[in-house]
C-alpha cells in the first residue's frame, strides 16, 4: 500500500496541489486567488478549444448523450439537495464534451485538467452552487453545444469556467 500512496501523492504534487518536503512530509498547496482563476480559466480554455475543433465531428448518439447527462443530473437535483453527487455527473458531461479529441497530447492536458480541478474543487463546490444552480448552467452550456457553432461554443465553455474561477477565487490564501 505505500507505494500505492506515494504514487498518489507523487501525481498531486506533479499537478501542483501539493509541496512535497523531503524527510518532512507533503503539505498542501495554499493557492492564490490568482492562481485559483489561473488554472480553472485554463481547464475552460482546453475544453473550449477541443470542442471548437471537434464539434463537427459530434453525431446524434454524442448529442443524446449529453442529453442523458442533463437528465440524470435533474433526478439527483430534484431527489436530493446533496450536490456531491452531481460531481460524478459533471465529471461524465465534461468528459463527453471532449469525447471527440484524438490528439493524445492535448486529451491527456484536459485530463490532467480536469483531475487537478476535481481536487482543487473538491470540497468547495457545496458552498458555491446549488443543485438548481449546477443543472442551470449544464443546460445553458448544452444549449450552446446543440447550436452547433463552433465560436458560440467555445465562448459558452469559457464563461462556463469563468463563472466557477470566479466564486473559488475567494477560497484563495491571499
Not at 439537495?81 to 465534461?94: A, C, G, N, P
Not at 457545496?126 to 458560440?152: C, S
Request: hydrophobic share 45%.
Amino acid at each position: 500500500q505505500l507505494p500505492m500512496v506515494r504514487e498518489a501523492l507523487l501525481e498531486l504534487a506533479a499537478e501542483g496541489l501539493l509541496q512535497l518536503a523531503p524527510n518532512r512530509g507533503a503539505y498542501v498547496m495554499e493557492l492564490t486567488a490568482q492562481q485559483i482563476m489561473d488554472r480553472i480559466l485554463l481547464c475552460g480554455a482546453l475544453e473550449g478549444f477541443a470542442l471548437h475543433s471537434t464539434l463537427h465531428l459530434f453525431t446524434p448518439p454524442d448529442f443524446k448523450r449529453l442529453e442523458d447527462s442533463l437528465e440524470r443530473m435533474q433526478c439527483i437535483a430534484d431527489s436530493s439537495e446533496d450536490i456531491s453527487e452531481l460531481l460524478d455527473e459533471e465529471l461524465f458531461f465534461h468528459h463527453a464534451c471532449v469525447v471527440k479529441v484524438s490528439d493524445a497530447f492535448l486529451l491527456e492536458f484536459i485530463e490532467k485538467c480536469s483531475r487537478m480541478l476535481e481536487q482543487l474543487l473538491a470540497g468547495a463546490w457545496i458552498t458555491i452552487y446549488t443543485p438548481e444552480d449546477f443543472l442551470r448552467r449544464h443546460r445553458t452550456l448544452y444549449a450552446a453545444i446543440a447550436n452547433g457553432e463552433p465560436d458560440t461554443v467555445e465562448q459558452s465553455v469559457r464563461e462556463h469556467y469563468f463563472e466557477t474561477a470566479s466564486r473559488m477565487a475567494r477560497f484563495g490564501s491571499d
